[in-house]
């Protein structure tokens, strides 16, 4: 039997095989505001909480994700397509968020921060004082 073989195929195979493997590691994100606060929530399946790291520093809140994948030297991978590494998102917060009251949960692979805002920046009603027209014209 005669098998034909196209170099520039299995090439094209390779490089498709690494962009396809950058493209699946990356931190999804979906950003809300509710009430006073806003949230953000990062899928991160299969990340140990104990692999997960939230910091807040000059308004930019960063989230570091390890995933580690260990196979045993018998075992020959045919196909290799879950992400094991480390992951790293980061989310500039607007003036008006409060960084030091950042909260963050994961559950289910999925972290949820909710980020309030600054007391100065929430909306407020102003009270407008009264007078009679004949007490602001005496005065």
Known sequence: MVM????YREFDRMVQSLVQRDARAVMPVDAYRIDDSYVVQFDL?????????????????????QRDIHHEDREQMVVAERFSG??????????DLDPQGVMAEYVDGVLTVKIPVHEAAKPRRI?????????????
Do not use: F, M
Not at 4 to 7: A, K, L, N, S, T
Not at 86 to 95: H, K, N, P, T, V
């Open 4 to 7: 034909r073989v196209d170099p």
């Open 45 to 65: 399946p299969g990340i140990d909480s104990e692999g997960l790291e939230v910091t807040v520093e000059r308004n930019v809140l960063t989230v570091r994700a």
């Open 86 to 95: 480390s992951l790293e998102r980061s989310i500039y917060l607007g003036s």
């Open 127 to 139: 009270a407008v004082n009264h007078q009679s027209a004949k007490t602001a014209i005496a005065s």
